[in-house]
């Protein structure tokens, strides 16, 4: 068998004790399913509804045998006895179909996966009900048996005398998988129950479920294919457990071998490979040589790599002018003639195949520059105009002293251009693109320069080198992309994590930090870490805002760095909003006018911001007392309400309250303002005679009390003013000195007191503001609430309806805001109080009018009003 083990018909079989010291024959029993994993193949890619695929068998250590199973995909359904079919057609677009299967037994739940695949009938295979869990006919055991033997006090186990040599697996298998790889078994298998498991890389280590085993019969299988590359190798503990006695012999390691396929062709190290030789140099000279690497196993055939030339340009002055080590890509000269005035590059097309040569291949090139063996001019300048001198020795005067320069070597990019300077004998190079510090800062550019006029005698061409170096300058950050986009659901919580968004500066060399803050953020929705670049949700997205453009909502951030002048990125967020069920849909019309007899159906327009997946077909309903005289339902569409009135109603105006809700439940409760007018079919005509409901005697009766109203007024006003005009009573008689105390129900000091002008106090109110509220409502959808309803019978609803309505409504005052009940002007042109000074002189007052108050005020009189005596 070579050095490799190979299984072709059967499964290889580890033998394993699964005996434990103590082991009764009254184990505890563990329930689950007879295997780690059910595999269920058909013959077509297309399943159709109600097919059986076979059945999945648990044990629950009763005697019972029906169970309530439950698939983890609809599409399939697990009968009581385990019988697995299909609920409705499903197609095996990638030939096969992954799910889980799981049952409840003492209070657990235990779950098995279940793989349906897709294997083309060829010759005799098993039936596609069949579980391939089990090995088949005629496989052969080709590992030798470990023995443990039995002893009074239990089962020993006895030292090995031979290594279980690895497994090896060919990378890249092609399948169908899981593929079973060998098989472990005990050899006390027939006597008790023995349940396998293994442990390790691969299995319940990353990567998980790689490798598995069925527990009953102990069959290894690999999940998918393996990579060499990847990992080489596997190492497995394999576990064998008698139920109920716990582990029975200390774990095996099983070692899974990868085998190498040549499936890595070789990659040049760089491309191109540059070099120099000089013009003198003598075949034989080595110039550079080229590498390449394999990443298939080291040492085999299939990282073998092997060196060819395929082709030289220019061919010339020999098409062979080098040649190649085919083993160490060494590159030497072979023929003669290397002329640098005439050909000062050459380009070698280079062949890398491993397989010594045979295989796979890679190819790359190798750019060899011809450099001058005697001593040249050199400049070294900065990146700005570049000039060149020389001189002549011709007239300087005539066409045999102007010159033509090239620059022949150093600038692969085009990066640079010469031009002949105005004396026609001096050079100017000049930058024709950007030049970058961070991906080269120095060029070594080789010029040549030659007469317009050729030489009367063959002369060689004079060649100056040009050294250029760039100078750094600071570069703004750039974000990578410069426009992201993500799609992300509208209702993601304030806080959430949205996205990292980073820029990298370009001037590596500089060590410089990026910081980040958000330039155009319309809506305000979002936030960002200065310094991470993590974007997260300040505030709730809405996808049906006025800021949202086709569901996208972009966003400019800044990328900004820490130079002495900081240089600014920009960046484009672009969020694609998903849609979620957020608005209720609602009625477009709000007033409607009809017949009350034979009245026509009305169509009302139903509108929902969601997108169509929330919103028709839609359904409605009456709420309220509206079902009494008014029945609704949805056209054939579910996109529009069919309003009808079903009883004869009184001219006037009525409230119908209809709720509407989307394809998800969601629903709104819309009032429609509906006027009924005394009519018949769909010519709906309101009479003049009608107005809102009241009838013309209605407006008469109630013109009639405004009237009698006012006229009730001027008659009290008229009596009062005539009452004032009367001559009153002296307060005492003077003949009549009682102390009678009179009291008076008015207490104003007569007309002369009611002669002031109040305009004054209302110059603050007629100049306050427009808004006397500073503060600023929600931007939320408002409940719509019910107009008064013309009918009596309805105020109980409407006081109801509306109640509700303003307990729910997020617009309705007060708003935690300070708030300006009043606003009393800038100043006022009222004197102050102060001005209100007593008199220093009692002179100043007339004290006669006491005289005629009574006896007890005449004292007063002639004590203030007597003169100086």
């Not at 640079?416 to 961070?438: M, N, Q, R, V, Y």
């Not at 130079?563 to 209720?584: K, R, S």
């Not at 009918?791 to 708003?815: C, E, Q, R, S």
Request: proline content about 6%; aromatic content about 8%; charged content about 25%.
């Amino acid at each position: 068998m070579g050095a490799f083990w190979f299984v072709e018909l059967g499964v290889l079989i580890l033998f394993l004790q699964a005996f434990k010291p103590g082991f009764s024959e009254e184990s505890k029993c563990l329930p689950g399913f007879n295997s780690e994993m059910y595999i269920f193949k058909v013959e077509r890619n297309h399943l159709r509804s109600g097919r059986s695929l076979g059945k999945v068998v648990f044990d629950d250590c009763t005697s019972r045998t029906s169970f309530l199973f439950h698939s983890e995909d609809s599409r399939f359904k697990v009968d009581g006895d385990g019988t697995l079919k299909l609920k409705r057609g499903l197609t095996l677009h990638n030939g096969h179909k992954e799910f889980y299967v799981s049952t409840q037994s003492k209070g657990k739940k235990i779950t098995v996966p279940v793989r349906v695949l897709h294997e083309a009938r060829h010759g005799h295979h098993h039936n596609h009900h069949e579980m391939t869990t089990q090995p088949k006919p005629g496989e052969s055991l080709s590992l030798p048996v470990l023995n443990f033997p039995k002893s009074s006090g239990g089962l020993k186990r006895r030292k090995r005398d031979w290594v279980i040599p690895p497994i090896n697996f060919p990378e890249n298998d092609r399948g169908p998988f899981p593929k079973n790889m060998v098989k472990i078994k005990s050899s006390n298998d027939k006597e008790v129950k023995i349940q396998y498991s293994i442990t390790g890389t691969g299995a319940d280590l990353p990567p998980v479920g790689l490798f598995t085993v069925d527990k009953n019969s102990g069959i290894l299988y690999v999940t998918q294919p393996l990579d060499r590359e990847r990992k080489d190798q596997y190492i497995l503990l394999a576990h064998a457990v008698a139920v109920g006695a716990g582990s029975a012999e200390d774990p095996m390691e099983i070692i899974v071998k990868v085998i190498d396929m040549n499936d890595n062709k070789p990659v040049f190290t760089q491309d191109p490979f540059t070099g120099t030789v000089p013009e003198a140099s003598k075949p034989g000279d080595e110039v550079m040589q080229v590498t390449a690497t394999d990443a298939d196993e080291e040492g085999s055939a299939n990282s073998d790599v092997r060196y060819t030339i395929l082709s030289q340009e220019p061919p010339l002055p020999s098409p062979n002018m080098f040649v190649i080590n085919p083993v160490t890509g060494g590159i030497r000269i072979k023929a003669p003639g290397l002329n640098r005035e005439k050909i000062p590059k050459y380009t070698l097309a280079i062949q890398a195949a491993d397989m010594e040569g045979n295989g796979l291949t890679s190819f790359g090139k190798a750019i060899i520059t011809v450099t001058d063996s005697n001593d040249n001019p050199s400049y070294t300048v900065s990146v700005s105009d570049i000039k060149v001198d020389l001189t002549d020795g011709d007239d300087p005067h005539s066409s045999t002293c102007s010159t033509t320069y090239k620059i022949v070597d150093g600038d692969t990019q085009g990066l640079f251009s010469g031009s002949t300077g105005p004396s026609k004998l001096e050079g100017i190079i000049t930058t024709a693109k950007p030049l970058d510090f961070e991906k080269n800062n120095k060029y070594t550019l080789l010029v040549t320069v030659q007469n317009e006029v050729p030489f009367a005698i063959s002369l060689s061409t004079s060649t100056a080198t040009v050294v250029v170096n760039v100078e750094d300058v600071n570069e703004a950050p750039v974000f990578t992309p410069v426009e992201k986009i993500i799609r992300k659901p509208e209702d993601l919580p304030v806080d959430s994590d949205l996205v990292l968004y980073t820029a990298t500066d370009p001037d590596t060399a500089r060590n410089q930090k990026v910081t980040y803050k958000i330039r155009n953020d319309p809506a305000g929705w979002l936030s960002i870490n200065k310094d991470t670049g993590l974007i997260k949700v300040k505030s709730l997205m809405d996808r049906e805002s006025t800021f949202v453009q086709d569901n996208k909502y972009s966003v400019i951030v800044l990328g900004i760095d820490n130079d002495e002048i900081p240089a600014t990125g920009t960046g484009t967020l672009i969020i694609e909003l998903e849609d979620v069920n957020d608005n209720a849909p609602t009625i477009d019309e709000s007033v409607i006018r009809v017949c009350n007899k034979e009245s026509s159906p009305q169509l009302l327009s139903v509108t929902d911001k969601d997108s169509a997946g929330f919103a028709a077909p839609y359904t409605v309903q009456l709420q309220g007392s509206s079902h009494s005289n008014w029945t609704a339902r949805m056209n054939d569409t579910k996109t529009g309400i069919i309003l009808t009135l079903k009883t004869v109603l009184d001219s006037g105006d009525y409230m119908v309250v209809l709720r509407v809700s989307d394809n998800q439940g969601l629903h709104y409760d819309s009032t429609i303002q509906a006027s009924v007018c005394d009519c018949k079919g769909a010519d709906v005509q309101c009479s003049d005679k009608a107005v809102a409901g009241f009838g013309i005697s209605s407006i008469l009766g109630i013109l009639g009390a405004v009237l009698l109203l006012l006229l009730l007024s001027l008659l009290l006003l008229m009596f009062l003013r005539k009452r004032g005009g009367e001559k009153k009573e002296p307060l005492l008689q003077e003949d009549d000195v009682r102390d009678n105390i009179y009291y008076y129900d008015e207490e104003g000091g007569g007309e002369d007191d009611q002669d002031f002008d109040l305009s004054v106090l209302h110059r603050g109110l007629d100049n306050r503001p427009d808004v006397f509220r500073n503060d600023i409502a929600p931007t939320m959808a408002r409940p719509e609430y019910r107009p008064r309803p013309a009918n009596p019978a309805d105020i109980g609803n409407f006081i109801d309806d509306n109640l509700k309505a303003a307990d729910n409504d997020p617009t309705a005052p007060p708003y935690d805001s300070l708030l300006v009940f009043d606003y009393e002007g800038g100043g006022s042109e009222a004197g102050s109080l102060s001005s209100l000074n007593s008199s220093n002189s009692g002179g100043d007052q007339d004290y006669d009018l006491l005289q005629e108050w009574g006896p007890r005020f005449k004292k007063l009189s002639d004590m203030y009003g007597g003169g100086e005596d």
